[in-house]
């Protein structure tokens, strides 16, 4: 079965680290991504149209019931958590997890809750924990866990966090990443063609 979702999580040096991934994504890149990266409640849209100008991607803030489609970049809006159901995003203002809303965790949790193994999750750079126990719940569902090299990180708190908390996480550079999402999606695509002929 193909992967149906790559989650994305970040906070401090986020858009550093985001630019530098999306970029090496190609505009056929056919698993929809939904990031959370942490900011504050009353920011604005900017984020979406800076990563927009890096990708061939469409990327978007993510609007309650948006579907995944193949193809876009959903950004996590500021002050909602993001709810991955079968097909589209929800948006909730329960209460703040870990401090953060939007929650990296609560994203994380809920596509693994609904995709299973066809869940990846990828943490980022970021100054707390969040995170971590959203990517071990995608890992115990069957899912795949990449974490951004701490080394390589402009704050290593986050990705050390996940690291520590899924051992068996791909560690890799930042400049690694896209080519791994872009293997792993392909693997997964031409297995699931072998596995229908």
Same mark, same amino acid.
């Given at each position: 079965?193909?992967?149906?979702?790559?989650?994305?999580?970040?906070?401090?040096?986020?858009?550093?680290?985001?630019?530098?991934?999306?970029?090496?994504?190609?505009?056929?890149?056919?698993? !929809?991504?939904?990031?959370?990266?942490?900011?504050?409640?009353?920011?604005?849209?900017?984020?979406?149209?800076?990563?927009?100008?890096?990708?061939?991607?469409?990327?978007?803030?993510?609007?309650?019931?948006?579907?995944?489609?193949?193809?876009?970049?959903?950004?996590?809006?500021?002050?909602?958590?993001?709810?991955?159901?079968?097909?589209?995003?929800?948006?909730?203002?329960?209460?703040?997890?870990?401090?953060?809303?939007?929650?990296?965790?609560?994203?994380?949790?809920?596509?693994?809750?609904?995709?299973?193994?066809?869940?990846?999750?990828?943490?980022?750079?970021?100054?707390?924990?969040?995170?971590?126990?959203?990517?071990?719940?995608?890992?115990?569902?069957?899912?795949?866990?990449?974490?951004?090299? !701490?080394?390589?990180?402009?704050?290593?708190?986050?990705?050390?966090?996940?690291?520590?908390?899924?051992?068996?996480?791909?560690?890799?550079?930042?400049?690694?990443?896209? !080519?791994?999402?872009?293997?792993?999606?392909?693997?997964?695509?031409?297995?699931?063609?072998?596995?229908?002929?």
């Amino acid at each position: 079965m193909a992967y149906s979702i790559v989650g994305i999580g970040t906070s401090w040096g986020g858009l550093a680290a985001l630019t530098k991934l999306l970029s090496g994504l190609p505009g056929d890149f056919s698993v !929809p991504v939904v990031v959370v990266q942490h900011r504050s409640s009353d920011s604005d849209r900017l984020l979406a149209d800076l990563l927009q100008d890096t990708t061939d991607l469409t990327v978007s803030e993510v609007e309650d019931k948006d579907p995944l489609t193949p193809g876009t970049v959903l950004i996590a809006p500021a002050n909602y958590h993001v709810l991955v159901d079968d097909g589209f995003l929800s948006l909730t203002l329960e209460e703040p997890v870990r401090f953060s809303r939007p929650s990296i965790d609560v994203m994380f949790s809920s596509a693994a809750d609904m995709y299973g193994s066809a869940t990846i999750g990828v943490v980022l750079t970021g100054a707390n924990e969040d995170g971590a126990r959203g990517l071990s719940d995608i890992v115990k569902r069957g899912g795949r866990a990449l974490v951004q090299d !701490p080394r390589t990180a402009e704050i290593a708190v986050m990705p050390s966090a996940a690291v520590k908390a899924v051992p068996s996480a791909e560690v890799l550079p930042l400049e690694a990443m896209a !080519p791994r999402l872009v293997q792993l999606s392909r693997e997964r695509a031409k297995a699931g063609v072998r596995q229908t002929v």
